[in-house]
């Protein structure tokens, strides 16, 4: 064999081998690392949530373009499917952005996509945090979509604010009063999104009975009775509204509640085993991370009790433990489908000024006597919850 020959024959079979390499199927999670998708291109679904359906599971999410900080929506909605969880096949845009006489113009903030099925209209039916192109965040409100199969093309119905003219089941006398209503509609444009002592001293909830209240970091949930909540942190952050969805999942029966007022709690995330609602949260503070929050409930409506931080460990890429979320923040807690005990929390690792190399820490929920822990685990797979 002559030189070039040589040559030829060695990059064909270096070519194979890194083809081998990449055609590989993932057999287990590694938190944190980049996460190829059949195309080999690292998956772009951030702040995302998973349906599970007809044997296959779907990840939607924000799709994040490269370099641009901060969180316009230039694109939509990504989706994925995955039979295994480790392996996912890119399935596109589900929801695209639109013109500029749309809410969900190009260049709006469009966060936290979630789908649910609803077997009554046979709808796939997706909530999303929605913030008005060139209003920052400011309009606090939630957007609507359904779709006939989980692929979408998803159409757009409505953004809106939440329950206008209905009080919540726990509402106090004094968040009826017309004077510190008035009062506070005098301040309101005064309000930010971050935690301040100046909130608790009016009545924001009052302020927004006839506009409807404010919903920006969100979630659903679906009960074992198939009624749809609404889970969003209201009240310019400071508290979480929990809201019963109507049959046909597209709007709000005006049944909610109010939970851990002045707790700030962002990026909610429901799951229910053995009968208890849990809640995993974050507190607010913007793109950078905090310490977890859990909770427990016997009604998802409440009341709920507050438990300690659930993250144990920590991710040696940062040597960030429980008090920062190991770098993360909730997006979505997933029962894995036929395995019992089996739920994987999942976090987002934020990169605000590289958006799209955003990282997705999946990692195991272990119940415990007095609620569940969220262990650090450099790579694992399904097996775990075997033991
Ligand atoms: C934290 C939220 O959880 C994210 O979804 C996003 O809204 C950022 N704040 C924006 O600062």
New binding site residues.
């Given amino acids: 064999m002559n030189m070039k020959k040589a040559i030829v024959a060695i990059s064909l079979a270096l070519t194979s081998l890194c083809l081998n390499a990449q055609a590989q199927p993932a057999s287990s999670f590694k938190p944190g690392e980049i996460w190829p998708d059949n195309n080999g291109v690292h998956i772009n679904a951030h702040?995302g949530g998973l349906l599970y359906h007809d044997g296959s599971y779907y990840w939607y999410g924000e799709h994040k373009i490269a370099g641009v900080a901060g969180?316009k929506a230039e694109v939509g909605v990504h989706v994925y499917s995955s039979n295994d969880l480790y392996n996912w096949t890119d399935r596109g845009i589900a929801l695209k952005v639109e013109g500029d006489d749309s809410d969900i113009a190009k260049g709006c903030?469009l966060?936290?996509p979630k789908v649910i099925y609803n077997p009554k209209t046979k709808k796939f039916v997706m909530w999303f945090?929605l913030e008005l192109k060139g209003k920052k965040?400011d309009s606090a409100r939630s957007g609507v979509a359904t779709a006939d199969t989980p692929e979408g093309p998803f159409t757009f119905i409505r953004s809106q604010r939440h329950n206008a003219g209905h009080w919540p089941q726990n509402v106090q006398p004094e968040q009826k009063d017309p004077e510190s209503i008035k009062l506070t509609l005098a301040e309101n444009n005064k309000f930010g999104g971050g935690p301040s002592k100046k909130h608790a001293k009016f009545n924001i909830l009052g302020s927004h009975f006839e506009g409807g209240q404010m919903a920006?970091?969100m979630n659903l949930f679906v009960d074992d009775d198939g009624t749809a909540y609404h889970i969003y942190s209201s009240e310019h952050n400071s508290t979480l509204h929990i809201s019963q969805l109507s049959e046909d999942f597209l709007s709000h029966t005006g049944h909610y509640t109010r939970n851990f007022p002045f707790r700030w709690m962002?990026?909610p995330a429901v799951f229910k085993h053995d009968g208890k609602y849990y809640l995993i949260a974050?507190g607010?503070t913007?793109?950078k991370p905090n310490a977890a929050r859990s909770a427990v409930a016997d009604n998802i409506l409440g009341p709920w009790t507050e438990l300690k931080n659930p993250c144990t460990g920590t991710n040696p890429s940062n040597k960030l433990g429980a008090a920062k979320t190991f770098g993360g923040?909730s997006t979505y807690v997933l029962p894995v489908h036929g395995k019992k005990d089996a739920y994987i929390a999942m976090f987002d690792q934020?990169n605000p000024k590289d958006a799209i190399d955003g990282r997705y820490l999946w990692l195991p929920i272990n119940f415990t006597a007095d609620g569940f822990e969220i262990p650090w685990i450099s790579e694992w797979d399904l097996s775990h919850f075997d033991k």
């Fill in positions: 702040g969180n903030i966060e936290r945090h965040y920006r970091d962002e990026a974050s607010c913007g793109w923040q934020w």
